[in-house]
């Protein structure tokens, strides 16, 4: 299973981005998808997850309320829509795949793709 991540890029404070996640994993409906990051000098984190039908999310405290995870069956994409941004926000950006239910933990995800920066500019 690949992953690609994209739509990082210089960001400001305030600002709005949405993060692209294109798979290979089939059948896309079968996988949870989740969003991760890791800051700099700092261990990666959860950021949101979605269920294979997409009837379930989840989301870091630290995002809540600013933060929509989406996904289309169709294109096999799962998105990260970020709304008023911080510079905290600042990090590396990875799209991870799991067969089966969400969950939060980073050691539950199977495939992850490479990442992409995003960073929050003040």
């Known amino acids: 299973v690949q992953l690609q991540a994209s739509g990082g890029g210089l960001v400001p404070v305030g600002g709005s981005l949405r993060l692209s996640c294109a798979t290979s994993?089939?059948?896309?409906?079968?996988?949870?998808m989740a969003w991760f990051r890791q800051a700099p000098g700092k261990e990666r984190e959860f950021v949101a997850t979605?269920?294979?039908?997409?009837?379930?999310?989840s989301y870091a405290a630290s995002v809540q309320g600013r933060a929509a995870v989406a996904r289309d069956n169709t294109k096999t994409t799962v998105y990260l829509q970020m709304n008023s941004l911080r510079p905290e926000d600042t990090a590396v950006y990875y799209c991870?795949?799991?067969?089966?239910?969400?969950?939060?933990?980073?050691?539950?995800?199977?495939?992850w793709g490479p990442g992409t920066q995003v960073t929050v500019s003040s």
């Open positions: 979605i269920s294979g039908s997409g009837l379930s999310q």
């Open positions: 994993a089939r059948p896309f409906n079968t996988y949870a």
């Open positions: 991870a795949a799991k067969a089966g239910p969400v969950g939060i933990e980073e050691y539950e995800y199977t495939y």
